[in-house]
């Protein structure tokens, strides 16, 4: 609000700030002409409204389906789905996700386990090199 009393108050003493108001005010109105004349060639007389009722009915129809499968959901929500939606298949990609971790996990372990570390190397140059793992130069 201060800045458009300040605005005001400019308009009021420059002539200046009139000038370029008025330009501005030009160009919008040429932006609305071309605007408008693109939308007449785009669009068919009576085009907008009828897309605007088929994105509404459309957007209708989802809110109903969700509200539908919403109340299914909540009536077996301990059951696995047998459906179109497609819980069960999830399911079975999170459980082979898990046991693939876990096999990976088990196998990080057994080979830590059976990894014995080589003695301590005696100078500064043999520390640079690595040492072979044993279990997997067998």
Known sequence: DEVRGEARALLNVSAEARALLDEALALDEAIDAASAGEDAVLWQPGGEDAALARLRSGVAARIAASTR????RRRF??????GGDGALELYLRWAGMATGGG???MAGLLIGVMY?????????????EPAPLQILAD
């Open 103 to 105: 096999l990976a996990i």
């Open 77 to 82: 929500a301990g059951m696995p789905a047998r």
């Open 69 to 72: 499968r919403g109340a299914a």
């Open 116 to 128: 014995a570390s080589a003695p301590a190397p005696d100078g500064v140059l043999t520390l640079l």
